[in-house]
């Protein structure tokens, strides 16, 4: 079956591209806005997009009437944001922050989180959360037009903060931290399934 | 604990990386290279950047060395690309292809896939991929220094290819996809283990 995403409308076109590009991971974004409010909000198309310097970009679509959300907002502002991991035992709350609540509402008191000052930048830090990433404002890149833009923000991770015992041997152990990650629709997986799989790293 | 990735060399800051940013989809590229040959190869810094336009980006690294690696001189040839969808059925030739043959070989013979013709572009589809989209490259960040440059390729998504089945009222099947994502180093998980959760629609 061929399907042409240009000649679709935003919300046909959005439930098929989240059902191709799976498992995905939440950047689960804090930032600070200029009335002082603690921001907080979900985010699944998200990646790497180099190891050093370390850089990583989201996007933020707009409201559904075209208008910025707050965390573009923001960002435009301040210029830095938190990328926080999202694990199980953080979900609901996760899921909370995802309410569109006005700008002057706070996310970190509507979903009972703890903001923790960040040591680079002015958006918080999640206390909660096992890995929080301190980011600088690079470059944003826009798509779309009135009323789908898509705003894809990168930054550069200036620290990171990993709970204690969750670093072995220089990496984040992936069976204790229990990230979940977004598939198609309101379905999300766990990552307790896992297998290894050596990568090859010679020719044949 | 609190870690500058400024201040580590390139090995240790990936491997740090990669542990945060999970679970992550797998854009498994092919392309033709400017000797003909079918390039076929998985990066996970992939997300997608809009969905309308249908826009999606992912990473290339540069070859330890830091020459360039076969899909990024072919994107930058021929314009184009492709992105298949791994699930787990296609997990073994994915991890054959991600090994460094020599431009004049093919992935898709060397893993025993099967080259199909694409619709709108030059690069092959994977026939035996549950999903594929045809893509335009669209523009490429470069970051980072020799050797360790970063190109973020961008492409626009200009046809889906879903296999019969697998498109249940508009949206692709996870439960039927069976897709897989990668986590911190050489570990790798299944989308079996699902939950769902209703993102909440309006402000409380």
Chains 1, 2 share one sequence.
């Not at 958006?123 to 705003?151: D, H, Y």
Request: net charge neutral.
């Amino acid at each position: 079956m061929k399907i042409d995403p240009r000649h679709m409308d935003y919300r046909d076109a959005h439930h098929l591209l989240i059902g191709a590009i799976v498992p995905r991971p939440i950047a689960w974004v804090s930032t600070v806005g200029e009335n002082g409010v603690f921001n907080l909000a979900p985010f699944s198309f998200y990646a790497g997009l180099s190891v050093k310097p370390a850089i990583v970009g989201f996007a933020v679509g707009s409201r559904r009437d075209g208008s910025p959300k707050d965390t573009l907002r923001n960002v435009l502002f301040r210029k830095d944001f938190v990328i926080n991991v999202v694990n199980e035992a953080l979900q609901d709350t996760m899921n909370t922050s995802a309410t569109p609540f006005p700008p002057e509402v706070s996310e970190f008191e509507k979903a009972g989180l703890t903001p923790a000052r960040a040591d680079l930048v002015k958006a918080p830090l999640v206390a909660e959360a096992p890995v929080s990433m301190e980011c600088q404002l690079r470059q944003i890149l826009e798509f779309g037009e009135f009323p789908n833009q898509s705003s894809f923000i990168i930054g550069e991770v200036l620290l990171m903060h990993v709970k204690d015992g969750l670093l072995v041997n220089g990496a984040i152990d992936v069976a204790q931290l229990k990230a979940i990650g977004r598939l198609e629709g309101d379905n999300y997986c766990r990552t307790g399934d896992r297998f290894y799989m050596q990568m090859p790293r010679n020719s044949l």
